[in-house]
């Protein structure tokens, strides 16, 4: 097949259901090796070549195949175990993080500080429900706090990634509450966020319009600084964080954006996996921020899930319609990796993006925790960082 027959033939896959069988020939394309011409059966399944839907080999990054990195996705008080070795597993859309595995559950004292409450909550509205886990720190007696809200990654949930990125105890110390939205897998096989579909794009509906109702529950049934409201994510979840804050830039004062994806960087199934294997173009233009929402971006340099390449396209359309100065901070986190942080000014001198290129680094969570699966604890700790720049960035106050 020619590329152009691959995507078209990916494409009515993707529609059909049959999500294995379409990233499986898109991987192949990408690959550079030779692609069957596909047949069509009786029944109207397609097969590739007459053969069974290919498998899809699933290599982790180095960081991920330390046995420590990879907890389970439910709280527990069960002993850690070390982990099995990852297999290669046939999954769905290979959308973000890779592969399955079992892992034993975080305890609650990886998830909650002492003091702490992690509450359960749910929100629905005409383009659905999802349910979410919400953290309130101790010190939280009905004043304003920041909210963060959090987005995890293909295959992990609100309590994996609160043990990963450790988010809750950072917001107990800067008294932050911070909100885990959680996918569901009716809506995606492998529970990643479909930042990828052009519905899931657009304000007011899809899953922006249900991240942004659970941010507005949490606003009416909890005190927040409605100045200073936040969104970060990992992967899939950073691409719907970076979806968010071109949407509803009158809602959230800053995002995160960690192993990512510009919003528009894909517009559906095919053209998200070429995103991520080599980055999704310079035409990805975000939607309605006007101006851009202050940004913060990781990335690491040696990612072969999400191509390096877009955490700078995410600049790059930031940065479209905003003049900037930058400057470039070289660093190494103690034992750890090394980085390049460069830092955009606007006229008025204040830093509104800033962009770590974790230099080593692969498609995990910087700095985090091996409670929680996708981390490299060799930082530096995007968790403190994210919420330093976080703090440092409101709304505008109405008048009056």
Request: net charge positive; aromatic share 6%.
């Amino acid at each position: 097949m020619l590329n152009q027959d691959i995507l078209r033939e990916a494409t009515r896959l993707t529609r059909a259901g049959q999500l294995v069988e379409a990233t499986a020939l898109l991987q192949r394309m990408l690959r550079g090796e030779r692609t069957p011409e596909a047949t069509t059966g009786t029944t109207g399944d397609t097969a590739l070549g007459g053969r069974e839907p290919l498998t899809i080999d699933v290599t982790p990054n180095s960081v991920e195949d330390r046995p420590s990195t990879a907890r389970a996705k439910t709280q527990s008080d069960q002993p850690r175990r070390p982990r099995a070795a990852l297999n290669r597993t046939r999954l769905g859309p290979s959308l973000g993080l890779h592969g399955l595995t079992k892992r034993t559950p975080p305890s609650a004292r990886d998830i909650v500080p002492e003091g702490g409450r992690f509450t359960e909550g749910s929100f629905s509205n005409a383009a659905g429900s999802r349910a979410y886990k919400l953290f309130v720190p101790s010190c939280y007696q009905g004043q304003p706090l920041p909210l963060v809200v959090m987005m995890h990654g293909c295959t992990q949930s609100p309590d994996d990634f609160a043990a990963g990125t450790r988010m809750n105890f950072v917001a107990e110390e800067q008294a932050c509450l911070v909100a885990y939205p959680a996918q569901r897998s009716d809506a995606n096989p492998s529970k990643c966020w479909n930042w990828f579909r052009s519905h899931d794009q657009q304000r007011g509906s899809g899953e922006p319009s249900l991240i942004a109702g659970i941010t507005r529950q949490i606003m009416r049934d909890y005190a927040v600084d409605p100045s200073r409201v936040y969104v970060a994510g990992l992967s899939a979840g950073a691409a719907a964080a970076a979806v968010m804050g071109a949407t509803y830039g009158d809602l959230y004062a800053a995002i995160g954006v960690h192993s990512g994806l510009a919003c528009g960087a894909a517009s559906d199934l095919p053209s998200a996996l070429i995103a991520m294997r080599q980055g999704g173009g310079s035409d990805a233009r975000a939607p309605n921020a006007r101006p851009p929402v202050p940004t913060i971006v990781f990335h690491g340099d040696r990612d072969s899930t999400v191509h390096p390449n877009n955490g700078d396209q995410i600049l790059a359309q930031l940065t479209r319609t905003t003049r900037t100065q930058t400057k470039e901070h070289r660093g190494r986190a103690s034992g750890g990796h090394g980085y390049t942080r460069t830092i955009h000014s606007d006229a008025k001198g204040r830093d509104i993006f800033e962009h770590w290129t974790i230099h080593g680094a692969g498609h995990a969570w910087s700095g985090g925790s091996a409670a929680g699966s996708y981390t490299d604890p060799r930082g530096p700790d995007a968790t403190r960082e994210m919420l330093r720049f976080f703090l440092a960035h409101s709304l505008p106050r109405p008048p009056g």
